[in-house]
Structure formats: structure tokens, C-alpha cells
């Protein structure tokens, strides 16, 4: 069955330092993967879109990987602040206009 | 200002009742979503669509259902044939491109039925 897996856990991290978060996924073969954040009782906000072919994706403190071998996308903020603190879920695209989501990771960037 | 819009914000419903949430986008986009979000679980799916007058079933679409009448508006329906219908509803819309379609939320709809 097709899934995604996001880092179980939450992550805590202190103000500057760089939160990395996993999403891997089976049975499905994406031609592009995104991220959103979420914050408490709002609708995911779009942050970054990678497509198959693509390695690395950057904007501005945000990074994201995608590597189709293994099946798995980075999701990395660097000089973290506690403005960061949020839930970012992934998502996959379907090959039809719809996109699958992971759970998320709540990330707290402690002061 | 242009965005999604979703009301009401909070929504109580006693069992036994079929409620409407409102959804209306001024993006001018193409298709439409209904997810539903549950703690701890990703977004699912319950309908979309892709043009006006036309819309199909998602991955949990028992007990919902939606109409789309016009380009900016896709109501959900929740009714009483939803067994477990509390949860965070959210609606999205999107141009309709298949190779780099990217969603827009709104800011959800909060259903507990008493």
C-alpha cells in the first residue's frame, strides 16, 4: 500500500541551529514533491515544490533534497528562529492533479 | 485581496444533522479540494474538482457531499451518514496544472458534533 512517513517524533531545537526533517514515501512514483507549514488551527501555507529531476531546491533558509533511489525528501531550516515553529508536512504528487500528505513534524525552536 | 475563504470558522452539529461548510476562492483557479484533518493523521482527501459543474470522489468520501456550480464556490456537505464526522475541514484550490500544481488553504473549518 502507498505511504508516507514523516519523522515520528517532533523535533525541539535551539534558535540558530538547523532542523532537519525526513519524508519518505513507498509505492508511489512522484513527479514532484512539496512542502507546506501549518501553524496551530490554519491551513497549510505552500513553501517549496521539487520536481523528480531536481536534486536540490533552496529558497532563502529553507533547503529541500529529493533523491528518487531512495525514495526520500530532506527538508532542512538552517539559522532556525522561534518564528519557525510549526508543523511542515509533505506532500506527494498523485499523477492526477492531487497531492497525498504526510502527518507532519511539529518543529519548536526554543529562544 | 485574493484568497480562500472558509466559514464558518467553528461549527457545532447535534447528531442526526446534515450541515453545510462554505468554501469561495477568488484566484480565479480551476480546481477545488476538500481534505479533512485528523490529529496525528495527514490530510485526506474527500473531494475535488477539476472545472465547473463536474466533481469526483476522493479517498473518503462516504458521507460527504459536495456541488460546483460556479468557479468560485464548492460547498461540502457533511451529512448524517458521516459516522465520525468531527475534524478540521479545509479547503484548497489550485490552478489545474498536472505537473507543478501547487494547493492554496484556506483557513479551515473546525466541526464537533455534540
Known amino acids: 500500500s502507498q505511504k508516507i512517513e514523516q519523522n515520528s517524533e517532533a523535533l525541539n531545537i535551539q534558535e540558530g541551529k538547523t532542523a532537519t526533517l525526513t519524508c519518505n514515501y513507498t509505492n508511489y512514483s512522484p513527479a514532484y514533491l512539496q512542502w507546506y507549514r501549518q501553524d496551530p488551527g490554519r491551513g497549510p501555507v505552500f513553501l517549496l515544490l521539487i520536481r523528480e529531476n531536481e536534486k536540490e531546491k533552496r529558497k532563502e533558509r529553507l533547503k529541500v533534497t529529493f533523491d528518487t533511489t531512495l525514495k526520500q525528501s530532506l527538508f532542512h531550516i538552517t539559522a532556525s528562529q522561534p518564528a519557525d515553529s510549526a508543523t511542515y508536512l509533505c506532500a506527494l504528487d498523485r499523477n492526477d492533479y492531487k497531492l497525498s500528505f504526510g502527518a507532519g513534524t511539529t518543529v519548536t525552536v526554543r529562544a | 485581496d485574493g484568497g480562500i475563504t472558509q466559514s464558518p470558522k467553528y461549527l457545532f452539529r447535534k447528531e442526526g444533522q446534515n450541515v453545510t461548510l462554505s468554501c469561495e476562492q477568488n484566484?480565479?483557479?480551476?480546481?477545488m479540494y476538500w481534505y479533512r484533518q485528523d490529529p496525528g493523521q495527514g490530510l485526506r482527501l474527500i473531494y475535488y474538482?477539476?472545472?465547473?459543474?463536474?466533481?469526483q470522489k476522493g479517498d473518503i468520501a462516504e458521507g460527504y457531499s459536495v456541488s460546483r456550480e460556479k468557479k468560485e464556490s464548492f460547498p461540502l456537505t457533511v451529512t448524517s451518514a458521516q459516522k465520525n464526522p468531527t475534524a478540521f475541514y479545509l479547503c484548497?484550490?489550485?490552478?489545474?496544472?498536472?505537473?507543478?500544481?501547487?494547493?492554496?488553504f484556506g483557513p479551515g473549518t473546525r466541526l464537533t458534533v455534540l
Open positions: 484566484l480565479n483557479h480551476d480546481a
Open positions: 484548497a484550490s489550485s490552478m489545474g496544472q498536472v505537473d507543478t500544481d501547487t494547493q492554496y
Open positions: 474538482s477539476q472545472i465547473v459543474n463536474d466533481f
